[in-house]
RNA sequence: GUGGUUGUAGCUCAGCUGGUUAGAGCGCUGGAUUGUGGUUCCAGAGGUCGCCGGUUCGAACCCGGUCUUCCACCCCA
């Protein structure tokens, strides 16, 4: 009885037309990064359990695959604990290991590990998959490749200030215009806790300021009232609530509203900093815009907060973020190592890529000449020309047995293949090849011996 | 994890208040055309109606469960 495939929810199987694109976008990812200094590492799929549980707070530690031990996996388990029925404190006892799920948390475990081979500030950048057991939608799924870069043990706005171009060097060599990089930061919110006297309620607060965009500012008022906040501190947040009122503008607020907070006032001065210097930097394809609302990684996030919106009109979540982080390997063991670093969500830049329609043409072409084959003697001397072509590096193929003419046209028209070669047993006597542009119907004959000059004009 | 939604041919979808043999377009295969694709014409193949169970004389259609899709939360790339 044969099953029914199928693949898990939030999976998805890519095919030749698919990864053809998202080679082409990962390959201006990775040759930014490598032009920026960036050096490349992997880590495995799976870490110990231990090693992500407990970085990404609760919700993060929901949402990490956990993998059931192999052989008999309730050795370690108590009948009574069992009839318990309690996962979470079952959970550690039955798995060891669990799905990456993102590329932050291994990287800092492999700094920690690695420390004495490191030079320091070590700049590494990570193509990987990384899976989250979250409920699909668009855009968003349960396995999804990330594009990190990251740089340890270094402080200073400028590695902020590069970030920055490299995020708009990427978007700008993809064709995507009009994207935002929302910047924050961190000591900033907290300032804003501070002032007015909710240090200890930083994360609800924060995580309500966030909805702004989505709730506006009345139910973020009623989102932080509801967690607990006072009416008067909530009173005093008021004015960065403006929504009528442009990123700018909020941001002056702001420097009134913390005039009086020190952190606060650090956070600024960074902000500041690293928004005029962009300025005079120069971007190409997107905007630094600061936002007060944005807050994101709050378990380990220290300074500035990145986070990358597509271009106006495409529906689709964050395409990127990042930040700093002072001491993600503290966790790991190794004090006072400063982290700054972004990522790019692959999947989504793609979705959006795929809307705007912003593929180049020569993406979707990957064969640049297909040989018809029409015999075993006219096919030997084709092969022959095949071999030459591809050792010159022209994408070439042949049809492996002599189907009928025009079923091999048709395939070579699947293909999308822009030429076609013909050598029948007129040209075999001659020694010559004919050739047909498929667009234009028109042919030419060349002589065997100038196929070199054939590929020449090819790759030009 | 919570609430909702979707599922019929390879793809996009019809299918009436439950009624006989479940349809269309595109695609696919073959032929018209044994050295010429993308146009045209002709013919053909392809479905346990997501899966399991229930109600009924009778279920693609109604009910329950389950899986899947998409959406809103939560959170996030």
């Not at 700049?123 to 699909?136: E, G, N, S």
């Not at 084959?373 to 492996?400: C, H, M, Q, W």
């Not at 010559?432 to 011996?449: D, I, L, Y």
């Amino acid at each position: 009885m044969a099953q029914k495939p199928g693949i898990p929810k939030g999976t998805r199987d890519f095919g030749p037309g698919e990864l053809a694109r998202r080679y082409y976008i990962i390959e201006v990812i990775r040759e930014a990064f490598e032009r920026f200094g960036f050096q490349p590492i992997e880590t495995p799929s799976f870490e110990n359990y231990d090693t992500l549980m407990g970085k990404y707070g609760d919700e993060g530690d929901r949402l990490i695959f956990k993998i059931l031990n192999s052989g008999d996996f309730l050795s370690k388990v108590g009948a009574d604990e069992l009839a318990k029925g309690d996962a979470n404190s079952l959970t550690p006892k039955i798995s060891e290991k669990a799905l990456r799920y993102d590329l932050t948390v291994p990287f800092a475990r492999y700094v920690v590990m690695h420390q004495n081979e490191l030079d320091f500030p070590f700049k590494r950048y990570q193509i990987q998959p990384v899976w989250r057991a979250d409920r699909p939608q668009r855009g968003r799924f349960r396995e999804f490749f990330q594009c990190d870069a990251d740089v340890v043990g270094a402080t200073g706005i400028l590695q902020e200030l590069e970030f920055v171009q490299l995020y708009d060097r990427v978007f700008d060599q993809l064709g995507l215009k009009g994207v935002t990089i929302k910047i924050n930061h961190r000591k900033v919110l907290a300032g804003i806790a501070e002032v007015i006297g909710a240090s200890d309620k930083l994360i609800d607060f924060t995580v309500a300021l966030d909805k702004l965009d989505k709730i506006g500012a009345a139910g973020v008022e009623k989102e932080m009232l509801g967690k607990g906040l006072a009416p008067d501190a909530v009173e005093k947040v008021k004015p960065l609530l403006d929504t009528t009122m442009d990123a700018m503008g909020r941001f002056e607020k702001l420097e009134e509203l913390l005039s009086d907070s020190e952190v606060g006032q650090e956070g600024l001065a960074d902000l500041r900093s690293i928004l005029e210097q962009t300025d005079a930097l120069g971007l190409r394809a997107s905007t630094l815009v600061p936002d007060v609302t944005l807050a994101r990684g709050l378990n380990y996030y220290t300074g500035a907060i990145f986070e990358v919106a597509a271009p106006e009109g495409v529906e689709m979540g964050s395409i990127g973020g990042g930040g700093r982080y002072d001491d993600l390997t503290g966790i790991f063991g190794l004090k006072d190592l400063s982290g700054v670093g972004i990522s790019f969500g692959l999947d989504r830049i793609y979705l959006v890529m795929e809307q705007l329609g912003l593929f180049p043409p020569s993406v979707d072409q990957q064969l640049d000449v297909f040989c018809i084959n029409f015999g075993e003697a006219e096919a030997k001397a084709a092969f022959k020309l095949v071999l030459n072509l591809r050792s010159k590096g022209v994408r070439t193929d042949i049809y492996p047995n002599a189907a009928k003419v025009g079923k091999q046209f048709k395939y070579a028209d699947k293909r999308g293949v822009p030429r076609v070669i013909l050598i029948g047993d007129e040209e075999l006597k001659a020694g010559n090849f004919t050739v047909r542009e498929m667009k234009s119907g028109e042919q030419a004959t060349f002589s065997m011996a100038q196929w070199e000059d054939f590929a020449a004009q090819l790759l030009r």
